[in-house]
């Protein structure tokens, strides 16, 4: 079930890149779609573990298996193990958005996006922000005042200058994935970038040129002279406005 998920991430990337060529109905009933399979398969993937907890319970395990037990509990599952999606859903749950007992605020992820030198720990900052930028509603006074001061943080801590410079190739990461992971980090990092430069500018005329003086223009522009038919396009487009 989790390489399901993780192809749908895959194919969440490749409808984000192909946007331009998409009419904007089509590609929000795709995006719609995508989201549909993924809340479905992550409720079967919970069903799954659930009936698999009650099997166990049912009979008397063995001394062997309760050692086995005991073993698996004794060694933490960390952040390390886990991969882009799993990550990104984990800090999303810990995100501090107006909810109770959140852990992770956004100097966190900030400093995440600006510090770290591992791709899918930046990757997956940027895509918290960009769910939470989705799920908030721009109508409610409390929601538009919270997203007034994320982009105030994000400009002041220098998210925004990171995140130009990664599409721009300025940013190194560590080598430590091998050349496949290495490159789909890369590929949805950006996707994810080009995606957040959309939601904080779209329809903010005074932040597209706080986005301008911080490198984001200079940045989506490198982006699209690699990429001229990829996602950058748009992007570029609505900077330059």
């Given at each position: 079930m989790q390489s399901v998920l993780d192809g749908l991430k895959e194919a969440e990337a490749i409808v984000f890149n192909g946007k331009e060529n998409m009419q904007e109905e089509t590609?929000?009933?795709?995006?719609?779609?995508?989201q549909t399979v993924y809340s479905r398969a992550e409720a079967l993937q919970g069903g799954n573990e659930g009936s698999e907890d009650e099997e166990e319970e049912e009979g008397e395990p063995s001394d062997e298996e309760e050692d086995e037990e005991s073993e698996e509990e004794s060694v933490e599952r960390t952040e390390n193990d886990m991969e882009l999606n799993e990550l990104s859903d984990l800090w999303e749950d810990q995100f501090d958005f107006d909810r109770p007992n959140a852990v992770r605020p956004l100097e966190d992820l900030i400093e995440t996006i600006t510090m770290d030198i591992e791709e899918k720990r930046v990757c997956a900052a940027v895509r918290v922000l960009n769910r939470a930028l989705h799920r908030s509603k721009p109508d409610d006074p409390?929601?538009?005042?919270?997203?007034?001061?994320?982009?105030?943080?994000?400009?002041?801590?220098?998210?925004?200058?990171?995140?130009?410079?990664?599409?721009?190739?300025?940013r190194e990461f560590s080598s430590t994935d091998d050349d496949d992971n290495h490159w789909m980090h890369s590929s949805i990092l950006c996707s994810e970038i080009l995606e957040l430069f959309t939601r904080l500018g779209e329809c903010d005329a005074l932040f597209r040129t706080k986005l301008r003086r911080h490198g984001a223009l200079k940045g989506v522009e490198e982006h699209v002279k690699g990429q001229p038919l990829g996602a950058g396009l748009p992007v570029l487009k609505m900077l330059r406005r």
């Open positions: 590609y929000r009933q795709l995006c719609d779609a995508i409390e929601d538009a005042e919270r997203i007034l001061k994320w982009k105030e943080n994000l400009v002041e801590e220098g998210a925004i200058k990171e995140c130009a410079d990664i599409l721009a190739g300025d």
